[in-house]
C-alpha cells in the first residue's frame, strides 16, 4: 500500500499498547513492532523501557519518546520519523489510514462518542485506576508505605466503578459506540483482561456479563488473534 | 444555523469548561450555557455541582452526568438530547460543526496531534498534575494529611515538568499544532490561567515566554475575550 507511511509501534506485551498493536493487525496495513521491556532499574514507579532484542537502550528510546511510556507509533522512514504518543491519539490516527473500515464512527456525534470513550478509558480507568493501583508511586512518595496503600485503595475503587459503569453502558449493545465495531472495542480489551488477572478465575465474567461478552467478541477478530500468538497473551 | 443541533454547555466559572465555552463562542455557533457553582456539601476532593441560579439540583445534575464532572454538552432539544461528557469530545464535536474554521487539523496526521495535545492534557496535565495538586483527595483517604502532601507534592511536580515540555513543543511555534489555530490552543490557555493563579505575578510569564506569547493571543480572540466578559475572568 505505497499511499500509508511505514508505520512502526513500540509494544509492551500485555500493556495498553495491545489496543493499538490489535487495530493495526485488524487494518491489514503493513507494520513494524519493536517489544520493549523493562530494563534493569524500573521499579514499581516507573519503567525503564528498553528493547527486549537490546537493539535500544532506555535512554535510546527516551530520545524517541522523552515521556518514557508506550506505546509510541514512528511514522515514515528515515532517521527523524514523525513520532506519535498517547493511546487515543494512535488509536485514531491508524484507523485514519483505513476509512473503509469505519472505525471512528458514522457521523460527528459517533466520532464524539468514540473519542469520550478514549479519553475517559485513559484519564479515569487507566490513569486514575490501574496506573494508581500498581504503580502508585506515580501518584506521592514511594518511601512512605501508607501514602501508596491509600493510593492503591482509590486505585482499586476507581476500577470497580468504572467497570460497574461500562457494564451499564454495554447493556443490550453489540458494540461499544453505535451500532459497529471501532477502536473503542479494542482499548476495551485492555482493561478486561488487567481486571480478569487479578480477580480468581471466572469472576470479572460472572461480575460483569456484558463486558465479557464485548471482549469474547473482539478476541475472536482474526487481527487480535494474530496479535495474541505473537505477544503470547491467554487470557 | 437550522443545520446544526441545538447546544447547551454547563459551564463552572474558570475551569476546564472555559476551552469549549471560549470554542464555541470562536465558532459563531448558536448555543445556551447554564453556569454551575458548588453546591452545599461539596468539598476539596469532590464538588456537589448544581446550577448557580437554583434551577438544577446536585441530583439533577447527577442524572445528566452520573460522573458529577463538567464539561458536559447536551445536544439537541427536548427532555432527552444527547449527552457528551469528556473536554477532549466536546472540544472535538463543537470543531467539526463548525469544518470552514479547521479546528481540527489540516490532514490525519495533524489531526492526530491534535487528539495527542488534548489526551496528554487531561490525563497529564489536568489529572495527574492539577486535579492532584487542588484536589489530592481525590487520589487517597483525605482523613490522611500525610497522603494528602504527598500527593499534592507530586502533582505540583507533575505541572512543573508539563510547562517545561509544552515551553519546548511552543519552540518557534506560532500555534501549537501545524501552521494554524486549533481547538488545542483553546484549551492550553486553561492551564496557563490556572498556573499563572498559582504563583507571584509576572513569574509564569517570565519562565515561559513561548506559552505566554501563545496564552497571550487566544486570550485576544474575538469569541474568548467575550467569554472572559461573560464568566468575570481577568487573567
Given at each position: 500500500m505505497p499511499d500509508h507511511p511505514a508505520l512502526t509501534l513500540y509494544v509492551y506485551r500485555g500493556s495498553c499498547t495491545l489496543a493499538a498493536h490489535a487495530v493495526l493487525a485488524h487494518t491489514g496495513l503493513p507494520y513494524k513492532y519493536i517489544i520493549l521491556d523493562n530494563g534493569p532499574g524500573g521499579n514499581s514507579t516507573n519503567s525503564r523501557l528498553q528493547a527486549a532484542d537490546g537493539s535500544l537502550s532506555h535512554e535510546e528510546f527516551l530520545k524517541i519518546n522523552?515521556?518514557?511510556?508506550?506505546p509510541v507509533l514512528a511514522i515514515g522512514e528515515g532517521p527523524n520519523p514523525e513520532i506519535l504518543t498517547e493511546l487515543p491519539a494512535i488509536l485514531i490516527y491508524i484507523a485514519s489510514l483505513a476509512q473503509?473500515?469505519?472505525?471512528?464512527?458514522?457521523n460527528h456525534l459517533e466520532h464524539a462518542r468514540i473519542v469520550e470513550w478514549l479519553s475517559w478509558a485513559s484519564?479515569?480507568?487507566?490513569?486514575?485506576g490501574f496506573a494508581a493501583f500498581w504503580r502508585p508511586g506515580r501518584y506521592g512518595d514511594d518511601s512512605h508505605p501508607a501514602t501508596m496503600k491509600d493510593i492503591r485503595n482509590r486505585g482499586e475503587e476507581t476500577i470497580i466503578k468504572a467497570f460497574a459503569a461500562i457494564e451499564e453502558k454495554l447493556?443490550?449493545?453489540?458494540?461499544?459506540?453505535?451500532d459497529a465495531l471501532s477502536v473503542v472495542d479494542f482499548n476495551l480489551l485492555v482493561y478486561w483482561r488487567w481486571w480478569s488477572s487479578e480477580r480468581p478465575d471466572g469472576e470479572t465474567e460472572a461480575q460483569y456479563p456484558n463486558y465479557a461478552r464485548l471482549a469474547k467478541k473482539v478476541k475472536a477478530l482474526d487481527g487480535v488473534k494474530k496479535v495474541y500468538e505473537l505477544e503470547k497473551l491467554k487470557r
Open positions: 522523552p515521556k518514557g511510556f508506550v473503509d473500515l469505519n472505525l471512528l464512527g458514522a484519564c479515569t480507568i487507566h490513569t486514575n447493556e443490550g449493545k453489540e458494540w461499544a459506540v453505535g
